[in-house]
Structure formats: C-alpha cells, structure tokens
C-alpha cells in the first residue's frame, strides 16, 4: 500500500487476511463470496467506472434493494476515488427527482424494475449514465463490469476528499447531502476496532451477522467497516428476518442493530441463552433503546447491549464501554465520547452547563463531516464559532462521564431507525386539497419506538377523508415517513407568537 494514499479502501483492503481464498461474505441463500473475489470484483467494477471518462468527485447515485453487489459497487466507487451516494430503496419519485437534482451524479445505478422512470429523470437531470443492479445478481452494470480487467491500482486520494454524501432529511423540508470524507470514516473505523475490541484472528477472529439496511451510516459505514477493517467474515442477510437472524446467530460473534430489531427478536420465543452463547457483542444505535428492551434482552440471553449513539453528518459519537474495567454498559445511556470526539453540553446562550444539567450536544472531532454539499450557509448555521458542529440533540453528562440523550431540539421523528422530518410530511398534507394546514408528531409505538400522527385542519367547508390523506401520501412518500395515523383536528394549538404547539399536541396524543 502507498503510505501516502488515505483512500478508505486502502485501508480496507489492507486489512484483507493473507489467506485470500477465505470466505469474506456467506450469503443466508449459502452463496460464498472470498477475499480473493471482493478484490476482483471491485477491481472489475472500479474500472467500469473509470472506463466511463467521469470528472473528479463524481457522484455514483445507487438505489438498489440490499445485495452483496450493492456492498461491492460501494467499496469499488472508494477504490476508483469517486463518490457514493446511497439512497433508501422507499423513496418515490419525487424524493428521487430531489436527489438527483441536487446531487447532479454522474452515474445512477438502479434496479431494472426502476428503469423505466428513473433513467428519464436521470437524463433529464444530466447524468449521462444509468446502470441496473437486481438483488438477483442480474443488471447491466455486472454485465459491462464483466468484460472489465480484475485488477485496479487504488486511486490516490486525500484525507479531505469525499468518500460519500449521506442525505439527511431537512428541518425545513428540504434534505440535505452531508458530506463525508475518507479521513472521516476511517478515523471513525479505526476507533471503533479498537474500542469495540474487535478480535484478531490470533484471538479467534469475529464474525459479523449483518442484517441492517445499506443505504445509511449504521449499516453501510459502523457495521461493514468494522467488519472489513478486521478482516472479518460476515453473515449477509439482505433483509432482516427474526427467525434467519436467530437461526444464524450461532455462527456470529457481533450483532448491530436499532431498537426495533432487538424488539422483535425479543418476541421470538427462538431467542435463548443457548442461540446466543458464542456471541460476543450485541450493538444498538441509531434510536434509543427502551430500558425495558436492554433489561429484556439481558435476562434472555444473559447479554448486555452496547448502546452508542451517531448520525449521519459525524459517524459514530459516543459508546458505551465493551470492557468492564473501562465501566458497566449502562441502560438508558449512550456511554462516554469516543476516543478523539470532544463532546460538551451547552445551554441555548452557548455556555456550557453543569455535570448533570441539561442542554444542547455539540460535538467535534475528525469524524465530523465536512459539510453539506453545495449549501454553504445552512453549513455555516450548524457549526458554533469554535468550530463545534450543533447535533440538534438535547442531553447530559453525569459525573463518571456517561451521556444521557434526552431530547431533540430538532423537530425529528425516529420511527425504527429511520429519520422522518415532521416538516417534510407536513408540506406535502398542505398541497392536498381541502387541506388548511396540518402538524405531524411523534407518537410511542410498540415495534417502531415512534411512529408519526398527522393532526390536519380543513379549509372552510372542505370535509376530509383521513383514510384518503394516508393513501395519497404514500403514493408520494417513502413508506416509512407516511404516518401511520392522521386525524382531522378543528385548529392546532399555538403559542403567543403563533407557532404551532407541538409539545402540547404530544402531550394529548401520546396516549
Ligand atoms: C417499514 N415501515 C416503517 C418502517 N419500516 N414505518 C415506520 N418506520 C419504519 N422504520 C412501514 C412499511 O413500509 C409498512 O408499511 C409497515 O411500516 C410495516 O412494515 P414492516 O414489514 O413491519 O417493515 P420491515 O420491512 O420489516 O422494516 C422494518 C425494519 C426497517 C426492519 C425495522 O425499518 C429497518 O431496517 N430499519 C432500520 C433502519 C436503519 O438502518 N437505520 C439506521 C440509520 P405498509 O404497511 O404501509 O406497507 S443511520 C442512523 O440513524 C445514525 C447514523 C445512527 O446512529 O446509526
Ligand atoms: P441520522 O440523521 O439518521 O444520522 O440520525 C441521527 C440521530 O439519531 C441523532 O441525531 C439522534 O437524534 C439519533 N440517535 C442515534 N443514535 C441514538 C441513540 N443511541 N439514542 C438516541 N438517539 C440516537
């Protein structure tokens, strides 16, 4: 490897084991994918990409259903130095035509089914290549990349270049691209191998089940680099299913998920001490994990989840410690900053508080993104004077160090594990008719820790059908931002300066 070469795939790649005939990746359909085919593949592929003449930072905008491939076009897009933009396979075409408008990519990679109506959308925007990629190894991109040399010199790339651009849904509405460095995710690997405690092959090795979606930072960045990083087998699961999950659990050594997936394992009577017995980490992140779920899941398998909290724009922020002579994993808390992460708690005028006292998260460190792609401004507002970037989130820190989240400042619904931006929901309710206007909020759900609840007004002499709002949301939306309930309200509560109550709304319909 070239010292002097920050690309992420390089230090990926670097950690392959020396036996390349290995298996790297075993599918849950039994497919056996090695070391020695990770390299060519991605060699395959990255030279596909830059057979294709593209310029410096090109985005490789990729919606396709979770697939070994999809993980391969991701690590060959690092290896040819250009930039990987993931999107969730629920949006819809207008979220799409967004994405793609903003992010201008010079590549889209699609499924076939898609084809029809995202290659239009894609010219029409200016991307002048549109590849297909099927979960069932099929696609005109493996096709082209077959005819591809397997080998591929590493492009040389700085710790400052963008790696990715994670769009995150807006407080405003509108979504915007974080950008991602290949500084930034290594450095937030590396800190996770070590803190995390993955084991050497000396040590016995881990192995990874991987059951996360990959088109966001907890499937796609903390559980493969980890894995990758350690030279790692993993478990691939393109979908979760609880019954696989737990069939495969005694073949696995690390676990990763959102509440959601420790919930429902919880319901299967198939999860015991036994299927966990070898296991040697379970992780949850991107929601926080109920006290009755980590208490739950202690007394069912003896295992105490390792809660850490992240987002899009900074990787991976704080942890709770792995070993016991760093501390006990404390329920409820998401742990200490992680090695390199400054963390404080500010109040609203930007002083910091006292241990204990509540106020806003800001963080630092080299994890932290580089900004959001081409709006300078929206940039500039998240980040304090001294350079802390403001999470949006309101928390603690207790006197041994651990921190608490306990709110948002921002207005964000977390239903299992994904984003949903009240006001993105809440501008497409007011375009529909006989619609005065409407608030979104988060309501306590079961499986999902929170789900949405759309209260809308009518406009004089309009009558609402709620039924007929949800259906035409989720002819426009992403599945999982359509509330799950919408109630026709009279007029929604404000304040003296004529903002809509939303704290008094959840206090009436938490219930
Ligand atoms: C599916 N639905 C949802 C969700 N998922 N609704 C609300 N919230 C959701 N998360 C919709 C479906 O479209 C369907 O709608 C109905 O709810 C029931 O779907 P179901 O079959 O139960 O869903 P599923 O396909 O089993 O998916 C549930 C899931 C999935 C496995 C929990 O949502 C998931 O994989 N979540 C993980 C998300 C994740 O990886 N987040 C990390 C982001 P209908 O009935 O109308 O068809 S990274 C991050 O947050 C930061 C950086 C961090 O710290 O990690
Ligand atoms: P995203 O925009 O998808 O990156 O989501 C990031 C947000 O998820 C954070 O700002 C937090 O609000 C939330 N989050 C992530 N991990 C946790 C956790 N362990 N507990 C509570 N909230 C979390």
């Given at each position: 490897m070239n010292p002097s070469n920050a690309n992420l795939f390089a230090a990926l790649s670097e950690a392959f084991p020396p036996d390349l005939d290995a298996v790297a990746i075993e599918t849950d359909s039994g497919l056996l994918y090695s070391w020695r085919d990770l390299d060519r593949s991605t060699a395959m592929l990255a030279n596909l990409l830059g057979s294709l003449g593209l310029p410096a930072g090109a985005r490789i905008a990729v919606q396709v259903e979770k697939s070994v491939e999809a993980l391969l076009l991701y690590l060959a897009t690092l290896r040819a130095g250009f930039v990987f933009l993931p999107l969730n396979t629920a949006y819809q075409s207008a979220e799409m035509a967004y994405f793609i408008g903003n992010a201008e990519p010079a590549v889209l990679v699609c499924t076939a089914q898609n084809f029809g109506w995202l290659s239009k959308l894609a010219f029409t925007a200016g991307t002048h290549h549109v590849f297909t990629l099927n979960e069932d190894h099929t696609g005109s991109l493996l096709e082209r990349a077959a005819a591809q040399p397997d080998r591929h010199q590493v492009a040389l790339k700085h710790a400052?270049?963008?790696a990715a651009i994670i769009y995150t849904s807006g407080t405003t509405g509108r979504s915007k691209g974080a950008m991602l460095t290949h500084g930034n995710l290594l450095s937030n690997a590396q800190v996770l191998k070590s803190y995390w405690g993955w084991r050497s092959q000396r040590e016995g090795g881990d192995v990874l089940l991987h059951a996360l979606p990959i088109f966001h930072v907890h499937g796609l960045f903390v559980a493969i680099h980890g894995a990758l990083l350690n030279g790692s087998k993993m478990i691939w699961l393109n979908r979760f299913d609880p019954k696989t999950v737990i069939k495969k659990l005694p073949e696995a050594t690390v676990f990763m998920g959102v509440p959601t997936l420790y919930g429902r394992l919880l319901l299967d009577p198939g999860l015991t001490w036994e299927v966990t017995r070898h296991m040697r980490l379970f992780i949850s992140g991107s929601a926080p994990l109920l006290i009755e779920t980590f208490k739950a899941w202690q007394d069912r398998t003896g295992h105490t989840i390792l809660e850490r909290y992240g987002m899009s724009?900074?990787?991976?922020l704080t942890s709770n410690p792995y070993r016991a002579s760093s501390g006990e994993r404390r329920g409820g808390t998401v742990g200490f900053p992680l090695p390199g992460v400054s963390l404080r708690v500010q109040d609203d005028n930007g002083r910091p508080v006292a241990a204990g006292e509540i106020g806003n998260i800001e963080v630092k460190g080299p994890n932290v993104f580089k900004g959001y792609w081409r709006m300078p401004e929206k940039t500039a507002e998240e980040f304090t004077l001294d350079g802390y970037f403001k999470t949006g989130d309101v928390g603690k820190i207790d006197a041994q160090g651990y921190v608490t989240i306990v709110g948002r400042s921002k207005d964000l619904i977390i239903s299992g594990g994904y984003n949903v931006y009240p006001a993105e929901v809440e501008g497409y309710i007011n375009e529909l008719p006989g619609v005065a206007e409407s608030a979104v909020i988060g309501v306590p759900h079961a499986d999902f820790g929170e789900v949405g609840l759309a209260l809308v007004v009518a406009k004089p002499g309009a009558v609402l059908e709620p039924n007929q709002i949800i259906a035409s949301l989720k002819a426009t939306l992403a599945n999982f931002k359509v509330p799950k309930r919408c109630l026709v309200a009279q007029e929604l509560p404000r304040n003296s300066m004529g903002k809509v109550q939303k704290n008094v709304l959840r206090e009436q319909y938490s219930a």
């Amino acid at each position: 490897m070239n010292p002097s070469n920050a690309n992420l795939f390089a230090a990926l790649s670097e950690a392959f084991p020396p036996d390349l005939d290995a298996v790297a990746i075993e599918t849950d359909s039994g497919l056996l994918y090695s070391w020695r085919d990770l390299d060519r593949s991605t060699a395959m592929l990255a030279n596909l990409l830059g057979s294709l003449g593209l310029p410096a930072g090109a985005r490789i905008a990729v919606q396709v259903e979770k697939s070994v491939e999809a993980l391969l076009l991701y690590l060959a897009t690092l290896r040819a130095g250009f930039v990987f933009l993931p999107l969730n396979t629920a949006y819809q075409s207008a979220e799409m035509a967004y994405f793609i408008g903003n992010a201008e990519p010079a590549v889209l990679v699609c499924t076939a089914q898609n084809f029809g109506w995202l290659s239009k959308l894609a010219f029409t925007a200016g991307t002048h290549h549109v590849f297909t990629l099927n979960e069932d190894h099929t696609g005109s991109l493996l096709e082209r990349a077959a005819a591809q040399p397997d080998r591929h010199q590493v492009a040389l790339k700085h710790a400052d270049d963008l790696a990715a651009i994670i769009y995150t849904s807006g407080t405003t509405g509108r979504s915007k691209g974080a950008m991602l460095t290949h500084g930034n995710l290594l450095s937030n690997a590396q800190v996770l191998k070590s803190y995390w405690g993955w084991r050497s092959q000396r040590e016995g090795g881990d192995v990874l089940l991987h059951a996360l979606p990959i088109f966001h930072v907890h499937g796609l960045f903390v559980a493969i680099h980890g894995a990758l990083l350690n030279g790692s087998k993993m478990i691939w699961l393109n979908r979760f299913d609880p019954k696989t999950v737990i069939k495969k659990l005694p073949e696995a050594t690390v676990f990763m998920g959102v509440p959601t997936l420790y919930g429902r394992l919880l319901l299967d009577p198939g999860l015991t001490w036994e299927v966990t017995r070898h296991m040697r980490l379970f992780i949850s992140g991107s929601a926080p994990l109920l006290i009755e779920t980590f208490k739950a899941w202690q007394d069912r398998t003896g295992h105490t989840i390792l809660e850490r909290y992240g987002m899009s724009e900074t990787a991976m922020l704080t942890s709770n410690p792995y070993r016991a002579s760093s501390g006990e994993r404390r329920g409820g808390t998401v742990g200490f900053p992680l090695p390199g992460v400054s963390l404080r708690v500010q109040d609203d005028n930007g002083r910091p508080v006292a241990a204990g006292e509540i106020g806003n998260i800001e963080v630092k460190g080299p994890n932290v993104f580089k900004g959001y792609w081409r709006m300078p401004e929206k940039t500039a507002e998240e980040f304090t004077l001294d350079g802390y970037f403001k999470t949006g989130d309101v928390g603690k820190i207790d006197a041994q160090g651990y921190v608490t989240i306990v709110g948002r400042s921002k207005d964000l619904i977390i239903s299992g594990g994904y984003n949903v931006y009240p006001a993105e929901v809440e501008g497409y309710i007011n375009e529909l008719p006989g619609v005065a206007e409407s608030a979104v909020i988060g309501v306590p759900h079961a499986d999902f820790g929170e789900v949405g609840l759309a209260l809308v007004v009518a406009k004089p002499g309009a009558v609402l059908e709620p039924n007929q709002i949800i259906a035409s949301l989720k002819a426009t939306l992403a599945n999982f931002k359509v509330p799950k309930r919408c109630l026709v309200a009279q007029e929604l509560p404000r304040n003296s300066m004529g903002k809509v109550q939303k704290n008094v709304l959840r206090e009436q319909y938490s219930a």
